[in-house]
């Protein structure tokens, strides 16, 4: 199952940069440059949705209208392949 959100890019004080969800606002991720925060970011909305589709939970649902983008310097598109419920994902190495 693919699965899209919008991300947001902020660049912080300490020179580093931040990428956040504004549907998913507990998934963040930080790196040196901004290639490593979005690597960052995936890796935890795709933690956060594997954990959903373990505990049966509701998914996060990508809104429909743009986020206002506030103090960020970019907005990109953030997908990940995650397991369907009730099986592992064709494209999951550690599923194979």
Do not use: N
Not at 8 to 25: A, G, T, W
Not at 63 to 79: L, R, Y
């Amino acid at each position: 199952m693919r699965i899209e959100h919008v991300a947001l890019i902020h660049r912080l004080e300490d020179r580093r940069f931040r990428v956040s969800f504004p549907d998913v606002p507990q998934c963040i991720g930080t790196g040196g440059t901004p290639r490593r925060a979005v690597r960052s970011g995936r890796a935890a909305l795709r933690k956060h949705i594997d954990s959903c589709v373990r505990r049966g939970s509701q998914l996060p649902v990508r809104s429909c209208f743009g986020p206002d983008i506030g103090d960020a310097f970019a907005m990109v598109f953030i997908a990940v392949e995650c397991r369907e419920r009730g099986g592992p994902t064709d494209g999951d190495p550690r599923t194979r």
